[in-house]
């Protein structure tokens, strides 16, 4: 399992005190000249948008950072234990490396003009949303967010959810634009996406809502999904990750999450119902037979194949 590499990319870039991505890409060019890495599939993995097909990558960021640890062990490592490694290997500052932001292409236009600025909307979230896989029709997810700004205008986004008794965290940089913020994360192998859009709110940005949209993930065909979410802020304590599961969404359920989290929230029943409406008990899909459905009536159109005539069909009877 691949584990946070966009952020492992931000923080080696910022331990060697390289200023661009065009700098990281000749670091491994320099580590291995004939390096999977260029300029733009580096471009890609930075925003999270994709991961590594050749395994031999992790291996140049090893010798890249200086370490003797293998090419599986970057990829499966956690964040904690990645940047220990690159302080130990490099003798950086831990100060430089708690938000990598370097290599940003440019600083976001729009987070300048935030209330308070996009400080005001780092911390950690318990998300909830309904449940994608038709193994789990009916029960809501509860996942977790944790936003962190960076020196240079950048917020980033780590998305988690727990699926088949493991957490998988996703993390990639938030776009704000107008209104609204955006980002698309990834599971670790890099081929399930899924796109979040949220409302952008004022101080002291208690609550996220929008909507996310992508595959089902656990289900036997491909299932494009999307759905309503929202994420309350909440204390960020390791429960937060503990906690992330499936449930029934009964009366009360919701706000007893919540408390148990750290937060009591006065109208407690108000928001539990509100919330239980806002993201309803499914998800809209379309299916393999809508697709056949559609295709059934207009293939033929596109394909100029005429159809059988009245008497060809009795010939052919």
Same mark, same amino acid.
């Given at each position: 399992?691949?584990?946070?590499?966009?952020?492992?990319?931000?923080?080696?870039?910022?331990?060697?005190?390289?200023?661009?991505?065009?700098?990281?890409?000749?670091?491994?060019?320099?580590?291995?000249?004939?390096?999977?890495?260029?300029?733009?599939r580096l471009?890609?993995?930075?925003?999270?948008?994709?991961?590594?097909? /050749?395994?031999?990558?992790?291996?140049?960021l090893?010798?890249?950072i200086g370490?003797?640890?293998?090419?599986?062990?970057? @990829?499966?490592?956690?964040?904690?234990?990645?940047?220990?490694?690159?302080?130990?290997?490099?003798?950086?500052?831990p100060?430089?490396?708690v938000? =990598?932001?370097?290599?940003?292409?440019?600083?976001? =236009?729009?987070?300048?003009?935030?209330? !308070?600025?996009?400080?005001?909307? @780092?911390?950690?979230f318990? /998300?909830?949303s309904? @449940?994608?896989?038709?193994?789990?029709?009916?029960?809501?997810?509860?996942?977790?967010?944790?936003?962190?700004?960076?020196?240079?205008?950048i917020?980033?986004?780590?998305?988690?959810?727990?699926?088949?008794?493991?957490?998988?965290?996703?993390?990639t940089?938030?776009?704000?634009g107008?209104?609204?913020?955006?980002?698309?994360?990834?599971?670790?192998? !890099?081929?399930m996406?899924?796109?979040?859009?949220?409302?952008l709110?004022?101080p002291p940005?208690?609550?996220?809502? !929008?909507?996310?949209?992508?595959?089902?993930?656990?289900?036997?065909?491909?299932?494009?999904?999307?759905?309503?979410?929202?994420?309350?802020?909440?204390p960020?304590?390791?429960?937060?990750?503990?906690s992330?599961?499936?449930?029934? =969404?009964?009366?009360?359920?919701i706000?007893?999450?919540?408390?148990d989290? !750290?937060?009591?929230?006065?109208?407690?029943?108000?928001?539990?119902?509100?919330?239980?409406?806002?993201?309803?008990?499914?998800?809209?899909q379309?299916?393999?037979?809508?697709?056949?459905?559609?295709a059934?009536m207009l293939?033929?159109?596109h394909l100029?194949?005429?159809?059988p005539?009245?008497n060809?069909?009795?010939?052919?009877?």
């Amino acid at each position: 399992m691949v584990v946070a590499f966009a952020t492992k990319l931000r923080l080696a870039a910022a331990a060697l005190g390289c200023n661009s991505r065009k700098e990281l890409c000749a670091r491994f060019r320099s580590a291995n000249p004939t390096t999977q890495c260029d300029l733009d599939r580096l471009n890609k993995w930075v925003q999270g948008r994709s991961l590594p097909r /050749a395994s031999s990558v992790y291996a140049d960021l090893a010798a890249v950072i200086g370490t003797a640890k293998s090419g599986q062990w970057i @990829a499966d490592c956690s964040l904690q234990q990645f940047t220990a490694e690159l302080i130990a290997r490099t003798g950086v500052d831990p100060a430089t490396l708690v938000i =990598p932001d370097r290599l940003s292409p440019r600083p976001n =236009p729009r987070a300048a003009g935030l209330l !308070g600025g996009i400080a005001t909307l @780092a911390g950690a979230f318990a /998300a909830y949303s309904p @449940a994608w896989s038709p193994l789990f029709h009916g029960r809501l997810v509860r996942g977790a967010l944790r936003l962190a700004a960076g020196r240079g205008g950048i917020l980033m986004a780590t998305y988690t959810e727990s699926f088949l008794g493991r957490n998988v965290h996703m993390t990639t940089e938030v776009w704000i634009g107008g209104r609204t913020m955006h980002f698309l994360v990834r599971d670790p192998d !890099g081929d399930m996406p899924a796109f979040i859009s949220l409302q952008l709110p004022g101080p002291p940005a208690s609550v996220l809502c !929008g909507v996310m949209s992508g595959v089902a993930f656990i289900s036997h065909e491909p299932l494009p999904s999307a759905s309503r979410i929202v994420f309350v802020r909440v204390p960020d304590t390791p429960a937060l990750d503990t906690s992330n599961r499936f449930f029934d =969404p009964a009366p009360g359920t919701i706000t007893t999450d919540l408390a148990d989290l !750290g937060v009591n929230v006065v109208e407690a029943g108000r928001l539990d119902a509100f919330t239980r409406s806002f993201v309803g008990t499914g998800p809209e899909q379309v299916t393999t037979q809508d697709q056949a459905t559609f295709a059934s009536m207009l293939d033929r159109e596109h394909l100029d194949i005429a159809a059988p005539t009245v008497n060809q069909t009795r010939h052919t009877s």
